[in-house]
């Protein structure tokens, strides 16, 4: 059985993307080992409810470590210090009796602060829309079997299509640069057969509209694929520019 | 009992014609029509995004709403297993007829024989559509697709991607549902919840929807409304639903007039991890597949359960002829595979007993001691290992770990799993048109009750989602809409929309107003612990009247002791959770009043008064082989009304399910 | 034009220039070289560079190749800074795997410049500068005496320490540098990224060391 900790909550509370941020303190105690990150805050919502006070807002769905809503950054690293996890997969045994414990929101100018350590992230959605699909219409395909796809290259691609779209990547990055999100999605759908006649179509459009939405410019420093909750690789980034170069080349 | 004629426009013809019948002689809207016509989607799930792409793209206007903040959040994107369709690239015989038998039969007679077959017809179309989309689906070394066995089939005819099918499936539709909303054709709205359906003249015609950063109600209006809120399983409050899923778009439905139906069947996924204390938020469910090797018992002496309930044993300290493999011994034939119902009844007949093997006495273990020894670590972890680590995150178990050695023979850590809520095959009353009983207003995916039966087999639920989405709604839409060609767009300023608005407000502020001391989270749990107990997996008339006493208890205490933090304007999360709970408590009583009338044993509802000797579940056809509509009847406080869709079968002969021998 | 309108575009321009300044690194450091042998060789190869018209179109294009991977510096450093937003992390840990240089490149670059600009001041402004205004005889030495240069400038223990420093920098910023030009570029994978590390640390290892060796063996004679 897990032994109980106590520790030092320091959350980050926002009312608004406008308004000052600061941070609340809160000693948390007691708290057991086999407790998860978002059950212990809701441990403390639940107390500052009893208290009269409004509970800490964030984002979270699932709980188990695929929806991508959970979002915190915390001492320092976009969904806490376990790698291949997201928030919710976290449990407190991984930390200390005593511990100070910060919790901060996705920081990045494409993700403003919703409320407390909600951020916004419809850019990425805006990004998709911009071309993250291939164009085929409901009930026109021919059978699935129909194109053989080597077994390499359909792991590469569900390798890539393994990103949960939650942003850690951005919030890793000192640049605020989406790259690793942009390319993963591109490089699932460059990567098959079907997606490869829009491929480079699909390279620009989604780089032009993250460029617009102000994401940055990537100078591979690798933090998003070190922080990545899913271990998606940098030579999705690789494939993208070389489509991209491609692409621009030929015009 | 009142009477009611229900219609459920199944089409003439044999089974097999019926779907192309339909479709030869429905009624179609021309390409310049569609385009003054709207569609409100709410949900961006494996239905709710596959029914707005197509229909984006159809060339409809679309207005898709969405909880979470992007619709790649939906809780589809949980399902691990697979998806089922019937291509038979196997070459194990695999048909149409054989995929609708076994969904049939694995529902225990209680689906809607059209539907169920309609969707086996299109299940092949569903492989093709999301193959094409870019779904990287597992393929064999020559390039094929690959496929695995699942539950309740002699043919492999699942698809899947990696464990994580139902992300690349719902990732599919969200980049179908993304194109259209870069073309312009669906708008999105995201972080908006539905609070009501607005009816005019009969006919759905918009919504009230609360905008979930703002606060603020927005109206919103259209032709028609499809519904693909999925299922109701959070209202037993632990569930492996995602937190935002909640069924009160189904239940504003519901108290606008359309029906709900079969509310009883819900079903429980044998393998979660256990409770672990009271601050629990959600169960995990591990894979099903975990059952094809590992092996799940309880001790059999009372006194090695104590000891493990106390903690002073450990599974690996209690030696072989100690254990219970307790499937195996009731089930020979099927042993560990039994379907999820079955296997989770056996699990909560030994905890009953006092076998429990955890600190709370609520869980049994699934063993790879022998597996490992067979088959060595290394394979077992190559088929498992990404569940091991998963598991081993949250509880600190390896359960490949080597813990100890009896008399030369090695046992590893167990596992601890116990059955836990996990889909909803009940849901809002459709026809063959997936309409419901209010015209106008559609519900596809789980919200809907139409194609499991009484059990839902493995992977079915996003083979469901998707047929509903891409290729039965896009047609039968039409069917309706072609008579509202004339009918010009709808002003949101029409008094019933006011109407609505002010209703959902005044509930609003009623919440608000009642200022007493518990938190929504308090009451939720207690309502999910009456649910679990009484309206759980085993359930006697007893139990359902004392669980509906309790549930009006529990209504009293929420309406008068709630404490909402906050105002109302702006971002509340509570009050968006108070508002859910208000209808998870109708929802209660609606699954407890359903299961209290079906006085039989099927599926995902187990009545301990009606089964057999030795313990299976009895169904009783001759008084119970129709489909439970329920009316709500103006208000919470009074007791809904019951009609009957007797169920008719032509294909198929209704049959006993054996998993014995 | 997609070479300053595209993030990807900014990032190939800082690719090519950046490797075009690591070919005309290498080419230096290999004709430092020949000073480690014969000052006369060495001599002969500052006359050959001096001020003909291919040395001085070199001159330009190389200058043109600084100033363009300078300024594309500073515009994706403050690009990058706004992507950021106002509001920065109160803790934040470097994960593991990121090389402290590859986040620290403007810095480096930064110490790089300035080296640069000591270097030019030390050897360009009384060389190639001196012939070009006509005063050969401006540093003191003669304008071609290159290798009387070298002696003057590493006798000197203050320069001989900045030049350490300089190398230094130079070589973070090529370990980073190097790799990350290919990565920008498409050229790489999850084999190739180890591999061009290596190569990348190889390289720029080579590289400092060669004028290292040059500074340090000049400096020693000179005791």
């Known amino acids: 059985m897990d032994k109980n900790i106590s520790f030092t909550l320091k959350i980050w509370r926002q009312n608004g993307p406008k308004e000052q941020g600061h941070f609340d303190t809160f000693q948390m105690k007691d708290i057991p080992g086999d407790t998860s990150f978002l059950e212990m805050l809701d441990i403390l919502n639940e107390q500052l409810i009893e208290e009269g006070k409004e509970p800490v807002v964030f984002d979270h769905d699932c709980r188990e470590g695929i929806c991508g809503m959970c979002s915190l950054y915390i001492n320092g690293h976009p969904h806490g210090p376990a790698t291949g996890a997201t928030t919710c997969q976290l449990y407190m045994r991984r930390f200390n009796d005593g511990d100070v414990i910060t919790v901060e929101p996705w920081r990045s100018a494409g993700f403003p602060v919703i409320k407390d350590l909600m951020v916004d992230r419809s850019a990425y959605d805006k990004i998709m829309q911009a071309g993250g699909y291939i164009s085929i219409r409901t009930g026109a395909p021919q059978d699935a079997n129909a194109i053989l796809i080597p077994k390499p290259i359909a792991d590469e691609a569900m390798d890539a299509a393994s990103c949960i779209g939650c942003g850690a990547c951005v919030a890793a990055c000192k640049n605020g640069s989406a790259m690793l999100f942009v390319s993963a999605k591109v490089s699932q759908l460059n990567l098959l057969p079907q997606g490869k006649p829009e491929a480079l179509r699909r390279a620009k459009a989604m780089i032009s509209k993250m460029d617009e939405l102000g994401f940055g410019n990537c100078t591979n420093t690798r933090a998003c694929e070190a922080e990545c909750p899913k271990n998606v690789s940098i030579s999705n980034i690789a494939r993208l520019n070389r489509d991209f170069i491609k692409a621009k080349l030929k015009d | ?661 | 034009m997609w070479l300053s309108n595209s993030s990807i575009g900014r990032k190939v321009v800082m690719s090519v220039t950046g490797i075009a300044l690591v070919l005309f690194l290498t080419f230096h450091m290999l004709m430092n070289l020949v000073a480690l042998f014969s000052a006369e060789g060495y001599n002969m190869v500052c006359e050959f560079l001096g001020t003909n018209w291919y040395a001085l179109l070199g001159t330009l294009a190389l200058a043109a190749l600084f100033v363009i991977h300078i300024i594309y510096a500073f515009w994706l450093t403050m690009m990058n800074r706004a992507a950021r937003g106002s509001e920065r992390y109160a803790v934040s840990v470097k994960p593991k795997t990121v090389e402290w240089a590859s986040q620290n490149m403007l810095a480096l670059g930064v110490i790089v410049i300035l080296g640069l600009a000591l270097h030019l001041f030390n050897f360009w402004y009384n060389m190639m500068f001196a012939e070009l205004i006509g005063n050969p005889l401006m540093g003191g030495l003669s304008a071609t005496d290159g290798y009387g240069y070298i002696v003057e400038t590493f006798s000197n223990p203050v320069f001989f320490i900045l030049y350490i420093v300089w190398l230094c920098a130079l070589w973070f910023h090529l370990t980073h540098g190097f790799w990350s030009a290919m990565q920008t570029l498409g050229w790489n994978n999850t084999i190739w990224i180890n591999r061009w590390k290596c190569i990348s640390n190889i390289y720029s290892t080579v590289i400092v060391l060669g004028f290292m060796l040059v500074a340090v063996v000049f400096f020693v004679k000179n005791l």
């Open chain 2, 1 to 661: 009992m009142a009477t009611k004629i229900i219609d459920s426009k199944i089409p003439e013809g044999p089974i097999a014609e019926k779907w192309t019948n339909y479709k030869a002689h429905q009624k179609l809207v021309n390409p310049a029509n569609k385009r003054r016509l709207d569609i409100i989607v709410v949900g961006t799930g494996l239905a709710g995004a596959s029914a707005a792409a197509s229909l984006g793209e159809m060339g409809f206007r679309v207005f898709n709403f969405c909880i979470q903040d992007s619709p790649r959040r939906a809780h589809s994107i949980a399902a691990q297993g697979g998806i089922n369709a019937a291509k038979n690239y196997q070459n194990d015989g695999d048909s149409i007829y054989r995929l609708f038998y076994d969904t049939v039969k694995g529902g225990d007679y209680r689906a809607r024989e059209a539907n169920v077959y309609r969707l086996a017809e299109v299940s092949n179309n569903i492989i093709d559509q999301c193959v094409a989309q870019g779904v990287p689906f597992a393929r064999e070394y020559g390039g094929l697709l690959a496929n695995r066995s699942f539950g309740g089939a002699q043919v492999s005819r699942t698809f899947y991607a990696k464990g994580q099918t139902g992300q690349q499936l719902l990732l599919g539709a969200y980049s179908a549902l993304s194109r259209q909303v870069g073309a312009g054709t669906v708008k999105l709205y995201t972080r908006y919840e539905m609070e009501d359906v607005v009816i005019i003249d009969g006919r759905a015609r918009g919504i009230i929807a609360k905008n979930l950063v703002t606060g603020k109600l927005e109206r919103f209006a259209a032709h028609a409304v499809v519904i693909a809120t999925g299922g109701y399983g959070n209202t037993y409050f632990l569930s492996t639903n995602a937190m935002a899923c909640n069924c009160s778009a189904a239940m504003a439905c519901y108290r606008k007039g359309a029906w709900f139906a079969n509310p009883a069947y819900v079903q429980i996924h044998p393998t979660c991890i256990p409770v672990h204390g009271d601050k629990q938020s959600k169960l995990t469910l591990m894979s099903e597949s975990l059952r094809n090797d590992g092996r799940i018992w309880v001790p059999k002496k009372l006194e090695d359960a104590k000891a493990l309930q106390a903690g002073t044993k450990k599974g690996s300290d209690i030696p072989e002829e100690d254990r219970d493999y307790y499937l195996e011994r009731r089930y020979p034939a099927f042993g560990n595979l039994v379907p999820r119902d079955v296997a989770s009844r056996a699990a909560k007949e030994r905890c009953d007993h006092g076998f429990g093997v955890n600190n709370t006495g609520l869980a049994v273990f699934l063993d790879f001691s022998e597996s490992i020894e067979r088959l060595g670590l290394d394979v077992v972890r190559q088929r498992y290992g990404n569940l091991f680590d998963m598991y081993e995150e949250i509880t600190d178990v390896n359960p490949g770990e080597l813990a100890n050695e009896i008399n030369g023979v090695k046992y590893y850590n167990p596992m601890m799993i116990y059955p836990a809520i996990h889909y909803t095959m009940g849901g809002i009353w459709v026809d063959y048109e997936l309409q419901t009983s209010i015209k106008g207003l559609f519900a596809i995916g789980e919200c809907n009750f139409s194609d499991h039966g009484a059990n839902r087999l493995g992977a079915s639920a996003l083979m469901q989602g998707l047929a509903d989405g891409y290729f039965v709604l896009p047609y039968t839409i039409q069917n309706y809409l072609a008579d509202q060609i004339t009918v010009p767009r709808f002003s949101t300023d029409l008094p019933e929309f006011a109407e609505a608005e002010k209703a959902v407000q005044a509930k609003i502020d009623h919440l608000m107003g009642i200022q007493g001391k518990r938190s929504v989270d308090s009451i939720h749990k207690e309502l999910g612990h009456i649910m679990w107990e009484y309206v759980g997996m085993g359930r006697t008339e007893a139990g359902l009247k004392t669980a509906l006493t309790k549930l009006k208890e529990i209504r009293k205490e929420f309406e008068t002791n709630l404490f909402i933090p906050g105002k109302k304007e702006g971002m509340n999360v509570e009050l968006d959770k108070a508002i859910r709970l208000n209808d998870f408590i109708t929802m209660g009583e609606l699954i407890a009043y359903d299961a209290l009338n079906r006085n039989e044993s099927c599926g995902g509802h187990f009545r301990e008064e009606y089964q057999t000797e030795e313990g299976e579940a009895k169904r009783d056809d001759a008084n119970y082989f129709y489909v439970s509509c329920w009316e709500y009847q103006g208000s919470d406080d009074k007791a809904p009304v019951l009609y009957k869709e007797p169920l008719v079968y032509e294909a198929i002969k209704v049959q006993t399910r054996n998993y014995k021998s």
